[in-house]
């Protein structure tokens, strides 16, 4: 069972990808980019572009447009007394078209691209309504029944998702266990490396070199990210096999 989701939408001058970090986050990403002038596409491990988080009841709503229920839905989101506007709306000359509006950021769906990302928003609502919305150790019990695999659950805190407990996981079969999943959230930003916080005492600089995933710039939200398992074993960080 996959707990990562990534879809991306692009055109010829803009791109939106929507991602969904783990089934046991209650939200998602979307993130925008466009060309500059030079041709080049923003870089968001520059913080360039434009990247939101939407909670499940806004995923909800969102939904419901692509379902085509509502018209349109929009909303604002406040982050660092900074507002920004988001909507998504049908093309009212048309009924195979919706435009998404993030600040000023803007991509249109065709029908096809609004079939795929409506059968996404579904099933992503369905697994986090299930494993987002209970304790994340109640979460840790199901997901190593389901990949029939035995790990110690010693010393590991029993936290709601909404506080999940920021810990080191190993990523199941992904590379020969050369890369591992970690929770945390940014502390600081260079061209180069990021500094992770996995705990409350423990701040890491990571090479961007070695995260092999997508994130949010946003700082202070917990997230996933993939990296390199041998930066773990050369920091002695300690992190659980599933």
Known sequence: MVDRHNQSFFGQSSGMTFISPSKADPFIFIKSIKK????????????????????????????????????????????????????????????DKIYINIANYSKMLSYSQIIILRMLFEHLLKEKIVFATIPYKKYRANRKKDYDLDESSEGEKSEESDDM??????????????????????????????????????????PKSVIRSNYSPEKEVNQTFLVDTWILKKNNINYTKN
């Open 36 to 95: 500059k002038e030079n041709g080049d596409w923003e870089k968001p491990s520059l913080g360039e572009g434009k990247t939101i988080k939407c909670n499940l009841e806004e995923m909800v709503m969102i939904l419901e447009v692509l379902k085509g229920n509502r018209k349109a839905w929009s909303s604002y989101h406040n982050f660092n007394e900074s507002k920004t506007s988001i909507s998504f709306k049908w093309d009212e000359k048309s009924e």
């Open 165 to 206: 407990p920021i810990i080191v996981e190993e990523k199941v079969d992904l590379e020969d266990n050369k890369i591992t999943q970690i929770y945390g959230t940014i502390k600081g930003e260079s061209n180069k490396a990021l500094l992770l916080n996995l705990n409350d005492d423990h701040e890491i600089w990571f």
